[in-house]
């Protein structure tokens, strides 16, 4: 210890001075510091500085499906390294676990998706989605399609192509960079997209958007199977399905951005299986390695990967660690482990506990609401009243206060309410949970919500 202060009073000051963090309050960092400073963790479990415990219940940023401190990924990751640390796969070089890795995702992927275009994380998988989109229509002679619609209260990421794909505010037009054609659609509006324009949200709609523009000038659409970040929405039966049709009808591309999805999150292998839609991308992150290192990917049909191999020039495009041998290593073994332990089934069978428990909650808590789950990406909203559909004020910060009283209770969970008049919590556990596991989890938000409504009287 320097200075007779506590190791977690030494960072709390270096942070302060010299770290800027992602996605937070800058002013409001410098003045209260870093809320907890994590150390090691365990499973479900993490430890902070000072030793203290925590459940984490949102897989951190939804991506240690496997849980903390699996010895398997690390003991991947150091064969690896010492065999080879890195190996380019650039001007014609290549390596064995990237190709291994792609052949793996790909027998688990549905239909015809048959090729993987490797990147370091989620934002990039989009951004290669967006130009690969673009670059097949050009292969095609059709110059035109250039335009990308997502949805609102998508994330897609925070690169400037994926951050405008982002429909959230924050991150949208951050510093002036968006994009000029990406053009963001209302989400989740089935009617419309599937046909019926005279539904009173047509308006806005993807459908509206894309006979708007011309289908033409649009590349593709991109949606995430559950919008995760933007407040946890399940696709209504349905609406993938029309999308993917109206994409169809139009001669424009489907991305689904299964960065959280995919690799057992929602009780499938990938997000779009529970509605058994077929893009023509899929952009991958997270779960491909349990947030063990960074690696994300782009999963494309067949048709286009067969248009892009009769290309004869140098395809522009591609990153230092796209199919990093590490971290493509602890993408096997996570996938192996991932099969091995039938996780995905838990996710689905874990799911049963989550409602169950959300049953609970929604019983004895007035201003619980509007639950869902689907395989473990759950959530819940919290209204002034429910039963008239009555938000709370904003100044209130109803789900801010119950996310605090379940850290209080060492219970790490998310508010994702970026929309103005909502108030959102998400619960995403590693997809190691047991059933005791969940009991601990909604024990401790039952108490969280007492505490709350104790506070607002
Ligand atoms: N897409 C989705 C659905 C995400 O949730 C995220 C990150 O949270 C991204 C893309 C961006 O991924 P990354 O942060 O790895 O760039």
């Given at each position: 210890l320097s200075q007779g202060i506590s190791k977690e009073q030494e960072i709390a000051e270096l942070d302060k001075k010299y770290y800027i963090h992602p996605t937070t309050v800058p002013k409001t960092f410098v003045e209260q510091g870093p809320k907890l400073v994590f150390a090691e963790g365990n499973g479900m479990n993490v430890k902070d500085v000072n030793g203290d415990t925590y459940i984490d219940g949102v897989s951190m940023l939804w991506n240690v499906n496997l849980g903390h401190g699996n010895q398997e990924l690390a003991k991947a990751a150091y064969d690896q390294m010492t065999n080879i640390a890195y190996s380019s796969s650039f001007y014609g070089f290549s390596n064995e676990r990237a190709v291994r890795l792609a052949e793996k995702i790909v027998s688990l992927a549905?239909?015809?998706?048959?090729a993987v275009y490797f990147t370091s994380g989620g934002s990039e998988a989009n951004e290669t989605a967006f130009k690969l989109a673009r670059f097949y229509w050009s292969l095609k002679g059709?110059?035109?399609?250039?335009k990308i619609i997502s949805v609102s209260n998508g994330y897609h990421g925070a690169t400037s192509a994926a951050g405008t794909a982002t429909g959230i505010d924050a991150f949208h037009s951050f510093a002036g960079?968006?994009?000029?054609n990406i053009l963001n659609a209302k989400a989740h509006l089935t009617n419309c997209e599937a046909g019926?324009?005279?539904?009173?949200?047509?308006?806005?709609?993807i459908r509206d958007i894309i006979e708007k523009e011309g289908p033409e000038n649009v590349a593709a659409v991109i949606v995430e199977p559950v919008q995760g970040a933007g407040g946890i929405h399940i696709s209504p039966d349905g609406y993938l399905k029309a999308v993917r049709d109206l994409c169809d009808e139009h001669n424009v591309l489907l991305i689904s951005?299964?960065?959280?999805?995919?690799?057992?999150?929602?009780?499938?292998?990938?997000?779009?299986d529970n509605w058994d839609v077929v893009p023509d991308f899929m952009s991958l992150a997270k779960g491909i390695t349990s947030g063990y290192t960074q690696l994300g990917g782009v999963l494309m049909s067949q048709e286009i990967r067969d248009t892009l191999v009769?290309?004869?020039?140098?395809?522009g495009h591609g990153f230092t660690?796209?199919?990093h041998p590490t971290a493509c290593a602890i993408g096997l073994k996570n996938l192996e482990i991932l099969e091995r332990d039938g996780l995905v089934q838990n996710a689905k069978n874990m799911e049963v506990e989550m409602k169950r428990g959300f049953e609970y909650l929604e019983d004895k808590h007035p201003?619980?609401?509007k639950t869902r789950a689907l395989g473990l990406l759950a959530g819940f909203e919290l209204q002034q009243d429910p039963s008239t559909n009555t938000p709370f004020d904003d100044s209130v910060g109803a789900a801010g206060i119950v996310d605090d009283e379940c850290f209080k209770r060492n219970l790490i969970l998310r508010t994702?309410?970026?929309?103005?008049?909502v108030n959102i919590l998400a619960i995403a556990p590693p997809l190691i949970v047991n059933k005791e596991d969940i009991d601990k989890i909604f024990n401790i938000i039952d108490e969280a919500l007492t505490a709350f409504e104790k506070k607002i009287k």
């Open positions: 549905p239909g015809d998706l048959n059709q110059d035109k399609k250039r960079s968006e994009d000029t019926d324009r005279n539904d009173p949200n047509y308006e806005g709609s951005d299964e960065v959280i999805c995919g690799f057992g999150r929602t009780g499938k292998m990938f997000g779009v009769e290309y004869d020039k140098i395809l660690y796209s199919g201003h619980v609401t994702a309410d970026f929309e103005k008049g």
